[in-house]
């Protein structure tokens, strides 16, 4: 705590209350009656002029009188005469108020109404002030009591307390690796002694080339850095370190006996944190050290939180792949807010596992969902490797498409070389469960409705008489067999055997010439 006296600290306070704030309205004033000048005299309101120009003369007149006032109450031990200053401050204030309030009253309407904006400002800054010099500057009977500005500055003070002789490092601060490069051995060795005084970890380098080597050795959390150093000087090694990726992160302190603004403004420009001159105050010294180590810090963190933010985003990323092709995810990214498609040509795939309903009552719980995993898991696989689109999973049954949301001429021919593939995984799924398993798949092609409905669950899903027609394949078809219809037998042409059913009666479709698929050979 200071051993300065409240007294000394209240007037402190003031003074500080009176550059900052007081100032600030007393020059918004001044601006404000800059503007309603200029406008007077763009409406040709000539006759308005000499009165703003007399509120601007008080507003100036206020200026240095705050300005006299604040140095005064800043002086330590020096009385204020507030009764004093209190009048001083009142008297152009009240001119402004008044003069304003005139202003107002002869605005009248037309152009010279859109001054009474500006004018009701400047009068309600002017009260105001009025109303804080009776709070900052009491005398006689005090008025009421209520919150003031100045108890926030007086807090402010006190909490700014002098620094002490000495080093330390902040509290709490964790220990940071700083490397000093200087030419100078005497240099290097002052910056050390205190740099861990205040607990931190230092290394040294005599040059820039050792001082590049060290860098690629080790993860420095700050750099002090001379900058006139032969043969590789300290903006080179500056520039270096700012080009890498690796190394651009690094806080870099500027230390030089050039004291000249351009030196500084190159090196900040070039990415340098900070720059000191030498001789350098130790108490500033370790101040903008430890801010440039806080910077490092937060920086850190946000990169590691960064690091996350990216990984999840990955995750989610994936997560929404697998529930959306990816064409569909970008273009609701693009803003699309209704993704629906009419597909001309495609073809629809319908698998069911036979008699799955009572092999699962037999089953516990984990052994069925244990066994679809596993099932679906090579059914995904195809899909991906044939280039079809998975739509979804109903209970035991598989629907895939072929030929969407992107358009391809053989999107019928992947889907029949995927339907045999699965009629060749289940059984043989099967026998590694020691169960009797086979599946029943149907196929038909032609035009269909796809799009995404869900507003929280986002589902891509496909509409129209082609899905309807490869569900009835399906349902149709037998246990070991791909059952097609003449649509898909058609689409295929002759790179596949097909097996004629003959005609069959399809409910709410009448009879349909329909075939078993088969490879060549």
Sequence with gaps: MSDEPASDRLEQARSAYLREEFGASVGAIVGFVDI???DARRIEAEDLVPDLERMRHAGTELALLLERAANASGRSGEAVDRSRLRHDLRTPLNAIKGYGELLLEEAGEGDRALLAADLTKVVELAGRLIDEIDDLMPTGTPRQARAHPIEAVMSTLLAVKPLA?????NAGASPSLVLVVDDNAANRDLLSRRLQRQGHGVMTAESGAVAL???AQHRFDLVLLDLMMPEMSGFEVLSRLKASEETRHIPIIMISALDEIDSAVRCIEAGAEDYLAKPFDPVLLRARIDASLEKKRLRDREQAILAELRAEKERSEALLLNILPRSIVDRMRRGETVIADRI????????DLVDFTSLAARLTP???????DTIFGRFDELAERHGLEKIKTLGDGYMVAGGLPEARRDHAEAVAEMALAMLDIVPAVGRDEGLSLELRVGVHSGA???GVIGTRKFVYDVWGDTVNTAKRMESYGIAGRVHVSAATRTALGGRFRFEPRGAIEVKGKGL??????????
């Design 512 to 521: 349909m010439e329909t075939y078993f698929l088969d490879r060549l050979g």
């Design 213 to 215: 080597a060290l860098l």
């Design 448 to 450: 269909l409705v796809a």
């Design 165 to 169: 002789g000495g080093g330390g490092a």
């Design 366 to 372: 984990e052994k069925t969902v244990n066994l679809l």
């Design 344 to 351: 001309e040509e495609a073809t629809i795939l319908f698998s």
């Design 36 to 38: 309603l000048i200029e």
